[in-house]
């Protein structure tokens, strides 16, 4: 009979920030390093689910930040992969979101390609082995 042993989370937790800091790697807690193009396919995916989202959750359904990731954001609109428009709200304006035909049409040709060719992580590449 098989007996599983209590493993406390804590000590796991620990012996991977251990071997992070001694392999010199960048420790991220909460989210791994994501490439631009995979955070561009990340917003127009959410934006075409939800059809249309604010900025603030938007952001936050991509695990973004407004101050690192707004020239992504800019870079989108731009180039007419994303619509934005800004609503009045008392004193303040609602900035809301939506993905375009063009943005549609990229993320099928462009990146669902390149991320079927450059999968995001390990794990996806050992999956399809």
Same mark, same amino acid.
């Given at each position: 009979?098989?007996?599983? &042993?209590?493993?406390?989370?804590?000590?796991?937790?620990?012996?991977?920030?251990?071997?992070?800091?001694?392999?010199? $790697?960048?420790?991220?807690?909460?989210?791994?390093? &994501?490439?631009?193009i995979y955070i561009r396919k990340d917003i127009l995916l959410k934006l075409t689910e939800f059809g249309e989202l604010n900025q603030?959750?938007?952001?936050?359904?991509?695990?973004?930040?407004?101050?690192?990731?707004?020239?992504?954001?800019?870079?989108?609109?731009?180039?007419? @992969?994303? $619509?934005?428009?800004?609503?009045?709200?008392?004193?303040?304006?609602?900035?809301?979101?939506?993905?375009? *035909? $063009?943005?549609?049409?990229?993320? $099928?040709?462009?990146? *669902?390609?390149?991320?079927?060719? @450059?999968?995001?992580?390990?794990?996806?590449v050992r999956e399809q082995s």
């Amino acid at each position: 009979m098989h007996q599983s &042993r209590n493993i406390d989370p804590t000590k796991i937790l620990c012996k991977s920030l251990i071997q992070n800091f001694t392999s010199n $790697k960048a420790i991220s807690l909460s989210h791994e390093y &994501r490439d631009r193009i995979y955070i561009r396919k990340d917003i127009l995916l959410k934006l075409t689910e939800f059809g249309e989202l604010n900025q603030t959750n938007l952001l936050s359904y991509c695990g973004l930040n407004l101050m690192k990731h707004k020239d992504i954001l800019e870079s989108l609109e731009q180039k007419g @992969f994303i $619509k934005r428009t800004e609503t009045p709200w008392g004193n303040k304006k609602v900035i809301k979101y939506s993905v375009t *035909e $063009k943005g549609l049409q990229f993320c $099928k040709l462009v990146l *669902e390609p390149y991320e079927e060719i @450059f999968p995001r992580s390990e794990k996806h590449v050992r999956e399809q082995s």
